[in-house]
């Protein structure tokens, strides 16, 4: 298994809005070969870190989302939020290979 999380922080005001753009998100990467879960999770202390978290069942298929013209479609819309500085938001990207359960 392959766990990737991609952390960033948003002012705390803009939270809540963009929890909601996660709870609508487009599921294409759902149907992407090898994907397992997705969640989000966000800091109890600082409610502006907000972490999505994705299970893949290699880092081969996580590979080949993120050069799916699937993966750059969903985030081309992201560079055109309306919102500047939601959209000038850079994620911290950490990678793990599961070795035990």
């Given at each position: 298994?392959?766990?990737?999380?991609?952390?960033?922080?948003v002012p705390d005001s803009k939270a809540d809005e963009v929890i909601s753009i996660y709870q609508n998100?487009?599921?294409?990467?759902?149907?992407a070969k090898g994907f397992q879960k997705f969640?989000?999770?966000q800091n109890e202390k600082r409610q502006g870190e907000l972490t999505v978290h994705m299970e893949w069942d290699s880092k081969e298929n996580y590979m080949n989302?993120?050069?799916?013209?699937?993966?750059?479609?969903?985030?081309e819309l992201e560079k055109k939020y309306p919102d500047q500085e939601l959209a000038a938001v850079v994620p911290t990207i950490q990678k793990y290979r599961v070795v035990a359960r």
């Open positions: 298994m392959y766990v990737v999380h991609s952390t960033f922080k998100r487009s599921r294409l990467v759902d149907q969640l989000l999770f989302w993120v050069t799916s013209k699937e993966f750059k479609q969903i985030h």
